[in-house]
């Protein structure tokens, strides 16, 4: 015996009621025609959905500035903060006259994040010092075979156009705003879609 917490166990004799099992099967009859008048705890999905939080941590999007241009400079540091290892990518040299596809001169070539690893716990948003890449409140699509699981650049990159740019600015926070205020981390301009223009400084 290792501790002294041991308990010894009862076996006493059931009596003759609760061989017969009624009261104990009554009991959880009861117990379930309570539940009739009670709110549902489950909802009718997919007819009904629950509203997500306003932070709600779904699918990633990795994110242009406010030309256009890619913003990830593949320094991994995401994928360094990963604790599930999801992220894997390729860097790149930026060549003349590409200026306007990535805004820093090393970019990410190839960026796949495996959603089947992916805990969306959001540390590879918290890591990344060029905000780049956020969680979003899309989520994550359901598919049959693991490979179609990892998600490339061309499902990550937001699109081009004002209407296909992923409205991010609920998961900034105070301290982010306030950091965007010094006028030397300018490049971290984000993107206003009401406004259709970059904000910053403001
Ligand atoms: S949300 Fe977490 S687990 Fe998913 S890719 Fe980012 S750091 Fe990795
Ligand atoms: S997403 Fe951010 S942290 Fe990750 S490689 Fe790109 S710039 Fe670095």
């Known amino acids: 015996m290792l501790t002294n917490r041991s308990q010894v166990v009862v076996k006493k004799e059931m009596t003759f009621i609760e061989r017969m099992y009624l009261p104990a099967i009554f009991s959880g009859m009861l117990i379930t025609f309570k539940h009739l008048f009670k ?4 909802i009718k999905y997919p007819e009904q959905t629950r ?3 306003k932070i709600y ?3 990633h999007v990795l994110k242009r500035d406010e030309k256009g241009a890619e913003r990830c400079t593949a320094c991994g540091l995401c994928a360094v903060a990963c604790p599930a290892e999801a992220i894997t990518m390729i860097a790149a ?3 003349p006259g590409e200026e306007a596809l990535y805004r820093e001169e090393k970019y990410a070539a190839t960026y796949e994040i495996n959603m089947l690893r992916c ?5 590879c948003e918290e890591a990344c010092p060029k905000e780049a890449i956020f969680l979003t409140d899309r989520k994550v699509d359901s598919f049959y075979t693991r490979k179609e699981f990892i998600y490339g650049k ?3 990159v937001e699109g081009l156009e004002s209407d296909k740019r992923v ?4 998961r900034e926070t105070k301290a982010v705003e306030e950091f965007k205020k010094h006028k030397e981390f300018a490049h971290n301009e984000t993107y206003d879609k009401n406004k259709k223009k970059t904000v910053a400084g403001h």
């Open 154 to 156: 061309s499902i990550l």
């Open 57 to 59: 941590r779904g699918q």
């Open 119 to 123: 805990i969306f716990c959001g540390d």
């Open 39 to 42: 709110k549902s705890a489950t």
């Open 167 to 170: 409205d991010v600015s609920v």
């Open 51 to 53: 509203e997500f939080s």
């Open 93 to 95: 040299e930026r060549k």
